[in-house]
């Protein structure tokens, strides 16, 4: 392999990793940021959590991107507007973290991790 070729691959690969690990954080601080506003009061995730709003274990396949961060900025009738609470950077995490949520809820099934 020539080596130009060579190092251009490296590159790539090493900057995929960074972002997937980056991406992994995001998702961390987002269900910590999930966890410690309340959020959990009202939502479900994969059985953990209350029930005012719809469970959250499948968001990430039903909504939007867009459609999360309108819901969270503006809220709802039922739902607080966060948009004055939480930081840019807050809500970018929490919508990381709720993109990965792909699992169908089970309602009394057993929990799964
Ligand atoms: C007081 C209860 C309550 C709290 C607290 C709350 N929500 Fe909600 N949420 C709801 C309800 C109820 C809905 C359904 C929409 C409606 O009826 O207004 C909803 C809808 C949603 C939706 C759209 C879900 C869907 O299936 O369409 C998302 C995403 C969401 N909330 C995220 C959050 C996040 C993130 C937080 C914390 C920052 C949060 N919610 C805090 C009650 C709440």
């Given amino acids: 392999m020539k080596p130009r070729l060579s190092v251009a691959l490296w590159v790539l690969a090493f ?8 991406r992994g954080n995001e998702r961390a601080r987002g269900a910590a940021v999930f966890s410690a506003n309340g959020c959990l009061h009202c939502h479900s995730i994969n059985h953990a959590g209350g029930h ?11 909504k939007s991107k867009i459609a999360m961060r309108w819901q969270i900025v503006h809220g709802s009738r039922a739902m607080p507007a966060y ?6 950077g807050q809500i970018d995490d929490l919508i990381a973290y709720l993109r990965s949520c792909r699992r169908a809820p089970v309602p009394g099934g057993p929990a799964r991790n």
């Fill in 15 to 22: 900057s995929s990793l960074a972002h997937a690990v980056m």
């Fill in 52 to 62: 005012r709003g719809p469970d959250l274990s499948d968001v990430g396949r039903r």
């Fill in 83 to 88: 948009g004055d609470v939480l930081s840019r």
